[in-house]
């Protein structure tokens, strides 16, 4: 017998939700000493920054 996915229905939209991760991650890398964690968290939140930038452009074109 197959089982059914559960589905969530998401109330913000993705470029939202990237905006506040990308907050939340500057603000963690912000509360450690300099070093390769702190870097690794800043390079995340530049990649979620990258994605929110694609969808404003996105539509401003659309």
């Given at each position: 017998?197959?089982?059914?996915?559960?589905?969530?229905?998401?109330?913000?939209s993705l470029e939202e939700?990237?905006?506040?991760?990308?907050?939340?991650?500057?603000?963690?890398?912000?509360?450690?000493?300099?070093?390769?964690?702190?870097?690794?968290?800043?390079?995340?939140?530049?990649?979620?920054?990258?994605?929110v930038g694609t969808f404003?452009?996105?539509?401003?074109?659309?």
């Amino acid at each position: 017998m197959t089982q059914l996915r559960r589905r969530a229905k998401q109330i913000r939209s993705l470029e939202e939700r990237m905006a506040d991760q990308a907050a939340k991650l500057k603000e963690q890398a912000n509360q450690l000493p300099p070093g390769k964690d702190r870097e690794v968290l800043l390079k995340r939140a530049r990649i979620a920054e990258t994605g929110v930038g694609t969808f404003a452009r996105l539509a401003r074109k659309a």
